[in-house]
């Protein structure tokens, strides 16, 4: 009862994977890819996770601590009083416009939107097995503590899809998502899309690995 098929059409944009509202773009383009979406129909499974946007914004009032630092916070409260900007959720890409991913089980044609997959690999990790019932005592103390520490480009998936994903089987939210900003190169994010990333490796060779991860954790 969570999910329905519906025709979608709007602005999509091929970095993100997703379709964009007027608050995603800036000057027509994407705001993470500097790129113009192009315009798409196409029918898509959607998440109905609108139906829970008063119980979100109850549980980020009600737990100040919840998202952080505030201005996060005040971001998340104002996507979900700007509801034209989000709705449900489409969580599926037919296969005859994008054939890699996780197939939906119970559609072959269709596979599963990277940010609906990609965060349920959290409870994987932690050790949830998919059937309450048979839940660990190390699963519950794991979930129970869970942080997650992020960029700032995806407080969306993770303080307002995540939380209603959860709710959704049963599950509590994380305890704690804490926000940083981007890493900048020449006042541009470091994006391997922007073609301006840092290897790591590169940074280990220069200045060893135990300084250079102080410095990440430091700033």
């Known amino acids: 009862g969570w999910i329905e098929q519906r025709e979608y059409e709007g602005l999509y944009c091929v970095g993100c994977e997703r379709f964009l509202t007027e608050r995603d773009?800036?000057?027509?383009?994407?705001?993470?890819?500097?790129?113009?979406?192009?315009?798409?129909?196409?029918?898509?499974?959607?998440?109905?996770?609108?139906?829970?946007?008063?119980?979100?914004?109850?549980?980020?009032?009600?737990?100040?601590?919840?998202?952080?630092?505030?201005?996060?916070?005040?971001?998340?409260?104002?996507?979900?009083?700007?509801?034209?900007?989000?709705?449900?959720?489409?969580?599926?890409?037919?296969?005859?416009?994008?054939?890699?991913?996780?197939?939906?089980?119970?559609?072959?044609?269709?596979?599963?939107?990277?940010?609906?997959?990609?965060?349920?690999?959290y409870l994987t990790g932690a050790g949830y097995d998919g059937a309450a019932a048979r839940q660990s005592p190390e699963f519950e103390a794991r979930w129970a503590n869970a942080e997650h520490l992020i960029g700032k480009d995806i407080l969306k998936p993770h303080a307002i899809f995540w939380p209603i994903m959860l709710k959704a089987i049963g599950l509590a939210p994380p305890r704690q998502i804490s926000v940083h900003g981007y890493w900048n190169v020449d006042d541009r994010k470091v994006s391997k899309s922007l073609g301006n990333m840092i290897s790591p490796l590169v940074m280990r060779e220069r200045y060893g690995f135990e300084s250079f991860r102080w410095f990440l954790l430091r700033e």
Request: aromatic share 12%; glycine share 6%; proline share 6%.
């Open 25 to 121: 773009m800036e000057n027509g383009l994407c705001r993470d890819h500097e790129r113009a979406p192009e315009p798409r129909r196409e029918t898509n499974y959607f998440f109905l996770m609108s139906r829970e946007f008063d119980w979100l914004r109850r549980h980020i009032q009600e737990n100040p601590g919840f998202i952080r630092p505030e201005r996060f916070r005040n971001e998340a409260l104002a996507m979900l009083r700007d509801e034209s900007g989000l709705g449900d959720l489409s969580i599926s890409r037919p296969k005859a416009r994008l054939d890699w991913g996780v197939e939906l089980p119970f559609d072959r044609d269709h596979v599963c939107y990277v940010w609906f997959d990609a965060l349920i690999s």
